[in-house]
């Protein structure tokens, strides 16, 4: 029986850095009937020309650089596939990376499947960190799960680097929301959720993710997610762990003001937010990428909550 026909779609914006050991890992998938779609968003430095080399292996859409939501969607209408897998374009695929992924649909009911989130070979020794980082925090939201492991579990949701879904369902709910970005992937599963479809995870299903290259880019990123996590929390309520960071910012704060002894202080908003305390032992650089990171997510989480409208997808990282 032939295999169904999947679509790869990957939005690219400025990508000229990881966008051919992107593609090139894509090309190689070891799947027998799959299509590639990239939509350039409107990029200014060589991702355009870079692209062309594939012309004759992908399909290339143009975009105005309308954001990373539009982008999946103009694709997913163009698409053939019976499924859909999306990535970015600073991510590498594993050779099994579409196998695994359609191993998660064992009924109708199932919307989508996700995979594991690994750092590449070349990744520099920051990009590695931060890497470290969000495999730390990453329960939280559903961002990054447990690494090693066997079998298909079920989760909540899938982050949009490392997914696939049925086409048709994805088409019924609307797609991504092209006001939203970040977060439009978290935003999508909780849609589908709310209409009865569940979501699985293959660990076996890899993407090597290219991190933030430095700590304004970092602090830069985290602060777009707590944006978007405010807007949702509008929208919907307290719907995720996540949404713990916020509150434990404000006893944070309140223990500064009681002049509580700082490292005691450092202590306790590990235990209780990030819900590890082995890693507080971790070196200084992750030390200090955690508290920056958290308080730049909890400044835009605020800004996200009280803000009426953001257009945080024209948002270059």
């Not at 202080?265 to 937010?273: K, N, T």
């Not at 800004?303 to 953001?310: E, M, N, Q």
């Amino acid at each position: 029986m032939r295999e169904p026909l999947i679509s790869i779609v990957v939005p690219a914006y400025n990508a000229e850095s990881t966008i051919k050991r992107c593609i090139d890992s894509l090309v190689s998938v070891n799947y027998s009937n799959y299509e590639i779609f990239v939509v350039d968003d409107g990029s200014t430095d060589n991702t355009k020309m870079i692209l062309s080399e594939y012309k004759n292996r992908i399909n290339i859409i143009e975009s105005q650089h309308h954001g990373t939501s539009y982008c999946r969607n103009i694709a997913v209408k163009e698409a053939k596939g019976e499924f859909v897998a999306f990535t970015d374009a600073d991510c590498i695929v594993d050779k099994n990376w579409l196998n695994e992924l359609i191993k998660g649909f064992t009924s109708d009911k199932i919307a989508g499947t996700g995979g594991t989130q690994l750092s590449p070979q070349d990744e520099t020794k920051f990009g590695k960190i931060v890497q470290q980082f969000f495999e730390l925090t990453g329960f939280l939201g559903g961002y990054i799960k447990k690494k090693g492991g066997s079998g298909i579990t079920k989760v909540d949701h899938n982050p949009s680097c490392n997914v696939m879904y049925k086409r048709s369902i994805f088409l019924e709910v609307g797609g991504f929301d092209e006001n939203l970005w970040p977060s439009e992937d978290v935003d999508l599963d909780y849609r589908l959720k709310r209409k009865g479809y569940g979501f699985r995870y293959n660990s076996k299903a890899i993407v090597y993710h290219y991190r933030p290259q430095s700590l304004k880019s970092l602090s830069r990123m985290m602060f777009h997610y707590g944006i978007t996590q405010g807007i949702l929390t509008k929208r919907y309520g307290l719907f995720r762990p996540i949404l713990l960071f916020p509150f434990s910012l404000i006893i944070f704060l309140m223990l500064l003001f009681l002049q509580y002894n700082f490292l005691w202080v450092i202590v306790f908003y590990y235990v209780f937010v990030l819900m590890r305390i082995h890693y507080f032992f971790l070196t200084n650089l992750v030390f200090f990428i955690s508290i920056l990171s958290v308080f730049s997510w909890n400044i835009g989480f605020f800004r996200g909550l009280f803000k009426v409208t953001i257009r945080s997808q024209k948002v270059s990282l």
